[in-house]
């Protein structure tokens, strides 16, 4: 079994009804339950002035594939991508000038933060999200689900205040 953690977030809608279709969608997409789901936690927006985000993180344990990790967690990618069209999400990211992300409201938004301890560095998919130390809305929930083979292999994202 290979340990998936992902971030699930929305600010537009029913926020909690968004997330909890994404799950649903996640589950029915993956053929099994979630094994772990944090609580679901309020937060402003992050990068950018919007409705405060709900954000949750959610662990699935999914049978290891023959293909190896980055061909798996692609896959991963694409399940994701599709739930989040699914349920409203729609253009490609947007960059400024500077090469900075410009962030958008939205139905829902789900990133991929582990895959088991794999570090992949693919041009569709940095693992660990390059993002995690920055953001409290993923690593308050993130720390309620992390197991100890997670802590060991990222410590530094896990000795919080």
Known sequence: MINLYLSLGSNMGDRRANIEAALAMLDEAFGIGYKRLSNIIETPSWGFEAP????????YALPRKRTGAEAQALEVLD???????????AGAPEFDASGRRIYHSRPIDIDILFFGTHIIDHPRL????????????????????????????????????
């Not at 405060?52 to 662990?59: E, G, Q, R, W």
């Not at 399940?79 to 999400?89: C, D, N, S, T």
């Not at 940095?126 to 720390?143: S, T, Y």
């Open 52 to 59: 405060d985000f709900l954000n949750c993180a959610v662990m």
């Open 79 to 89: 399940i994701v991508k599709a739930v989040e069209r699914r349920l409203g999400r």
């Open 126 to 161: 940095r693992v660990p999200h390059p993002l995690i130390a920055e953001r409290d809305f993923v690593l308050v929930p993130l720390d309620e689900i992390a197991n100890q083979r997670l802590r060991r292999a990222f410590p530094a994202l896990f000795k919080r205040k």
